[in-house]
C-alpha cells in the first residue's frame, strides 16, 4: 500500500511550504517507479485556501471531515501562524491524528500551530530563525535548534523556513526509500542532497536596530560604524561616561545579551556585508570587522552563520562590471 502523505494548509499559507515538500515526495514516485506516496492537502475549513502570495489552493478535504489512513502529517507555514486561533475541532483532529500517524511534523511556522495543539511540548525542533523568539516567548519549554534545517525528535520531524520544507521531505524520503532515491530526487529537483550550513547563514540576526536606552543606543551606533576599534567593555564604558561595571550590567539588562556577545555579532554582520559586497581578502575582512586575525574570523563567524567565510562568499559572489 502506498504511504499517505496529507499537508494541513492554513489560511494564509505559504504556497511553497506545501508545494515543495509535494514535490519532493511525487518526485520519488518517479524514481522509484511506482506510486510509493498518495498526496493529500487537508484545509481547516470549507473552500479554496487563500495562500500568503493571494495564489488559491484547492484541498482535498477538511480537516475535521478527514478520517483516513495517514501515514506523514505535516503542518505546512504561514506568515501569520502565530497569530491564527484555530477551531478547538481543528487543533484537536490534529492532536488525534498526529498520535495515530507514523511520523508528523511542521514546516516553517507550522510549528506555532503544533504547539497549540500540545504536541511539541518539551520536545526538540526547528524553525524559521526569525520566528524563534516569539515561539520560545509563548512556549518557554521548546528546545529549539535556531541553525538547523530539519529535526528529527522520535516521531516528530520539524523544518525551518520555507525551503527548508524540501531537504525535510528528502529526508523522510531517505528514510523510506534509501539514500540511492534520494539523490536521485535532489538530482532531478536541483536541489543539494545535503545542504551545507544551516539556516543562520541565512538569517540577518547581529547588526539590529539598537535598543535600550539612549546612551546604550549611541554606543551601539557607534559600534556598528567602527567595527575595527577595540570595543572592550572599559572602551565602551568610556565612551558613554559610566563604569565598565555599571555599563556592563546597564547593557545586558536593556539589550538582553552581554555587551561582548552584541560586539561579537555586530562584527559577524559586518563580515557578512564584506564578503557579500566586496572583493577583501579574508585577512582584510578580518582587520576591518575587529578580528585579531583570519583564524578568528574563520571561528567566530562559523559559530554564529554555520559556514566558514570562504564558504559563504561562495554562496554570494559579488557581481562584476
Not at 85 to 114: E, Q
Not at 196 to 218: D, I
Not at 264 to 291: I, M, Q, S, Y
Request: one cysteine or more; charged letters at 20%; proline letters at 4%.
Amino acid at each position: 500500500m502506498s504511504k499517505v502523505v496529507s499537508v494541513l494548509a492554513l489560511p494564509g499559507v505559504q504556497l511553497l511550504d506545501v508545494a515543495g515538500p509535494l514535490d519532493v515526495f511525487a518526485q520519488a514516485n518517479v524514481e522509484a517507479g511506482r506510486e510509493v506516496y498518495t498526496l493529500r492537502v487537508i484545509a481547516c475549513e470549507a473552500g479554496p485556501v487563500r495562500s500568503s502570495s493571494g495564489a488559491r489552493l484547492l484541498p482535498d478535504t477538511i480537516a475535521t471531515e478527514e478520517t483516513g489512513r495517514i501515514d506523514t502529517l505535516l503542518v505546512a507555514g504561514a506568515p501569520n501562524a502565530g497569530k491564527l486561533n484555530l477551531s478547538p475541532d481543528v487543533l484537536k483532529w490534529l492532536r488525534a491524528t498526529a498520535m495515530r500517524s507514523r511520523r508528523y511534523g511542521s514546516v516553517c511556522t507550522g510549528a506555532f500551530i503544533l504547539a497549540a495543539a500540545g504536541l511539541l511540548d518539551g520536545r526538540h525542533i526547528t524553525t524559521h530563525w526569525a520566528a524563534v523568539e516569539a515561539l520560545l516567548h509563548t512556549y518557554p519549554s521548546l528546545q529549539i535548534d535556531e541553525d538547523a534545517l530539519y529535526v528529527r525528535d522520535g516521531k516528530l520531524r520539524t523544518a525551518a523556513g520555507v525551503t527548508a520544507g524540501l531537504d525535510l521531505a528528502l529526508a523522510l524520503v531517505e528514510e523510506d526509500l534509501g539514500r540511492d532515491i534520494a539523490r536521485r530526487v535532489a538530482g532531478q529537483l536541483v536541489m543539494y542532497f545535503k545542504r551545507p550550513g544551516g539556516q543562520l547563514q541565512f538569517s540577518r540576526k547581529g547588526g539590529a536596530v539598537p535598543t535600550g536606552r539612549s546612551a546604550l543606543q549611541e554606543v551601539q551606533r557607534w559600534v556598528a560604524a567602527n567595527p575595527e576599534l577595540d570595543h572592550s567593555v572599559a572602551s565602551m564604558a568610556k565612551h558613554v561616561g559610566l563604569s565598565p561595571r555599571h555599563f556592563a550590567r546597564l547593557f545586558h539588562a536593556e539589550v538582553g545579551i552581554t555587551a561582548g556577545a552584541w560586539v561579537e555579532a555586530t562584527r559577524v554582520a559586518a563580515a557578512r556585508n564584506l564578503l557579500e559586497n566586496g572583493h577583501d581578502t579574508p585577512k582584510l575582512v578580518a582587520a576591518k570587522c575587529g578580528f585579531a586575525n583570519t583564524d578568528t574570523l574563520r571561528r567566530v563567524f562559523k559559530k554564529h552563520v554555520g559556514i566558514s567565510p570562504a564558504e559563504y562568499r561562495k554562496q554570494h559572489p559579488v557581481q562584476t562590471e
